[in-house]
T-cell receptor, first 113, second 114 residues
């Protein structure tokens, strides 16, 4: 089945230790998104790629970076995680942007010690 | 700019009762509207969406929603709640113009009691 895969499902890191979260898709979609979701809150868009074009949300901290080496993979790098970065990180894809359904992965829950 | 307001952070119903989750939107252009469901520790799953055409939209698991332009609303309903419907529900809007991302509401937790 075509799908969005996130690895790992659970990630524990130490304060200040860089961490990378992975997302892959078999849908061949043009757009990939990264969201941060804290407990009992709505998903907050961090950035997205339309093909190779990177789009950063204005309020996304510089601590968060992303890479998309090819159509299938997208990575979220947190350079120096703080306690406030503990959250669920959701990856999503859509064929294009306008009106298309976004398909979500199961998420990676990040714990910062 | 677009925004979504979901009235009620928690809604409680009895099994078999009507489910009504409210969503109002604000958009400077005709919107695309979505309802997503999220079960604990999982990603979001699309229930239904409105883009153009018929204003009453039917989705999965017996849910439906009606786009009312005059009321800027897109409320989600289900005639009879099941225990398995207990989850968090998010309304989202995307502008029907060019290339746009989703703006989510804060979510409504649906609690279903026996």
């Amino acid at each position: 089945d075509a799908m969005v895969i996130q690895n790992p499902r659970y990630q524990v890191t130490q304060f200040g230790k860089p961490v990378t979260l992975s997302c892959s898709q078999t849908l061949n979609h043009n757009v990939m998104y990264w969201y941060q979701q804290k407990s009992s809150q709505a998903p907050k868009l961090l950035f997205h790629y339309y093909d190779k074009d990177f789009n950063n949300e204005a309020d996304t901290p510089d601590n968060f970076q992303s890479r998309r080496p090819n159509t299938s993979f997208c990575f979220l790098d947190i350079r120096s995680p703080g306690l406030g970065d503990a959250a669920m990180y959701l990856c999503a894809t859509s064929r294009n942007g306008q009106g298309d359904e976004q398909f979500f992965g199961p998420g990676t829950r990040l714990t910062v010690l | 700019a677009q925004s979504v307001t979901q009235l009620g952070s928690h809604v409680s119903v009895s099994e078999g009762a009507l489910v009504l989750l409210r969503c109002n939107y604000s958009s400077s252009v005709p919107p695309y509207l979505f309802w997503y469901v999220q079960y604990p520790n999982q990603g979001l799953q699309l229930l239904l969406k409105y883009t153009t055409g018929a204003t009453l939209v039917k989705g999965i698991n017996g849910f439906e929603a009606e786009f009312k332009k005059s009321e800027t609303s897109f409320h989600l309903t289900k005639p009879s709640a099941h225990m398995s419907d207990a989850a968090e529900y998010f309304c989202a809007v995307s502008e029907n113009s060019g290339y746009s991302t989703l703006t989510f509401g804060k979510g409504t937790m649906l609690l279903v009691s026996p």
